[in-house]
């Protein structure tokens, strides 16, 4: 199974502010079979992020993913009152599916 | 654009069977395979398993061994069964779509928390 390891576990920044959220995966994660999702609170996650790197339907162009092997990151460029959520990491490269376990961006 | 409601009990005594049921509208149940994540408290994510349309299933090893899930296609629904719960099976339960190619998920319904207690 494919442990992800997300860091850090809180961010604290202001609007306006470049957020910069990790995600480690325990093996290499191939072909950057890694997706990220947001969290808000009540709500089901909304997918962000597939293939490492592209921007899912309709999510703006603030959010960008990079990354490969076992080293993945999402960049915020400038963050709107909206964007404070949490935000998960998953990796599809290998069944068990799995989730990194949550990074928190809360405003400052 | 799919929509995904999951319904069931809200509340599961120890030992009993978990079940839920996902009502997928907007969309056609057909050539997709269909997914329940759970969400303890406080928790991150876990994949539980899911099923094709067709009736094929694939769950997390973790779980296999009290998990079913299936499918009901005239109804445009599937659902969840999990037995011998405990309280570390209290979660909120997601359905959610898998991607047509890829095994992440673009669609999910908004979630059904699931307590275990007596």
């Known amino acids: 199974e494919i442990v992800l390891t997300q860091s850090p576990g809180t961010l604290s920044l202001s609007p306006g502010e470049r957020a910069t959220l990790s995600c480690r995966a325990s093996q290499t994660v191939s072909s950057r079979y890694l997706a990220w999702y947001q969290q808000k609170p009540g709500q089901a996650p909304r997918l962000l992020i597939y293939?490492?790197?592209n921007r899912a339907t309709g999510i703006p162009d603030r959010f960008s993913g990079s990354g490969s092997g076992t080293d993945f990151t999402l960049t915020i460029s400038r963050l709107e009152p909206e964007d404070f959520a949490v935000y998960y990491c998953q990796q599809y490269a290998g069944s068990p599916w799995t989730f990194g376990q949550g990074t928190k961006v809360e405003i400052k | 654009q799919v929509q995904l409601q999951e319904s069931g009990p809200g509340l599961v005594e120890p030992s009993e069977t978990l079940s839920l049921t996902c009502t997928v509208s907007s969309g056609s149940i057909t050539s997709y395979y269909w997914s329940w994540i759970r969400q303890a408290p406080g928790k991150g994510l876990e994949w539980i398993g899911y099923i094709y349309y067709s009736g094929s299933t694939y769950y997390n090893p973790s779980l296999k061994s009290r998990v079913t899930i299936s499918v009901d296609t005239s109804k445009n629904q599937f659902s969840l069964q999990l037995n011998s719960v405990t309280a570390a099976d209290t979660a909120v339960y997601y359905c959610?779509?898998?991607?047509?190619?890829?095994?992440?998920?673009?669609?999910w319904g908004q979630g059904t928390l699931v307590t275990v207690s007596s």
């Open positions: 959610a779509r898998r991607h047509y190619y890829y095994d992440y998920f673009d669609y």
């Open positions: 293939g490492a790197s």
